[in-house]
């Protein structure tokens, strides 16, 4: 399969604390995406990261990218109970720029 | 609202009938893909298409078929269905394709259920 993984596959934690998801990917990326999705609803674009980027800041958000490792991670910093969801980081699979997802991190936060 | 429109949000059939499911992008995007969720296999890249033509094909089963048509809308045909074909079906669209590809935007997917 040419689906990366995320890390974990699930994650509970307290309003206020930070979140950390990884994501390994298998491709030679341009870019790699991070997405968020609502139970049952459509997914939602959080942030990219290109390949020759290795940190990049989104409000609440920060995402690292180590293309030596073929891995991101997707911190979300003073969490909210609205973040419960599930986050998915997508590569940008081949020449045709199909984007590949992993199997999702299933985030809880309680408040 | 991601712009994207999705029909139907549900459907209910049996096996061995056929169904359409139909996106309507945003406006002004060329590419269209289609994505199939289970919970086994999680999301599942099946097709895209860029102008009304082809351009990459994942794992779409031979009983699946799609079209982009002039106006950019897309259906997505599954015939012969089975009880595993039950899933969530997305589709997404976006202004450019190719390696760099940016941000997909989704529907709220349309759930099928094969009784």
């Known amino acids: 399969s040419q689906q990366g993984e995320e890390d974990p596959q699930a994650l509970s934690i307290q309003e206020g604390e930070n979140a950390t998801m990884n994501c390994s990917y298998k491709?030679?990326?341009?870019?790699l995406q991070w997405y968020r999705q609502n139970s049952g609803r459509g997914l939602v674009h959080l942030i990219l990261i290109r390949s020759n980027e290795r940190e990049k800041h989104s409000g609440r958000l920060r995402v690292t990218l180590d293309t030596s490792k073929k891995s991101s991670s997707l911190l979300i910093t003073a969490s909210r109970a609205a973040d419960t969801a599930s986050y998915f980081c997508?590569?940008?699979?081949?020449?045709?720029?199909?984007?590949?997802f992993g199997k999702g991190t299933k985030l809880s936060v309680k408040p | 609202d991601s712009g994207v429109t999705q029909t139907p949000k549900h459907l209910i059939t049996a096996t061995g009938q056929r169904v359409t499911l139909r996106c309507s992008p945003r406006s002004g995007d060329l590419s269209v893909y289609w994505y199939q969720q289970s919970l086994d296999q999680g999301l599942q890249f099946l097709i895209q298409?860029?102008?009304?033509?082809?351009?990459a094909k994942g794992n779409i089963l031979e009983r699946f078929s799609a079209q982009q048509f002039p106006d950019l809308h897309s259906e997505l045909n599954l015939s012969s269905l089975e009880l595993g074909d039950s899933a969530l079906y997305f589709c997404?669209?976006?202004?450019?394709?190719?390696?760099?590809?940016?941000?997909?935007?989704f529907g709220e997917g349309s759930r099928l259920t094969v009784l």
């Open positions: 298409y860029y102008n009304g033509e082809e351009r």
């Open positions: 997404a669209s976006s202004g450019v394709a190719g390696p760099n590809t940016g941000e997909l935007f």
């Open positions: 491709t030679s990326i341009n870019n």
């Open positions: 997508a590569e940008v699979g081949g020449s045709q720029g199909n984007l590949i």
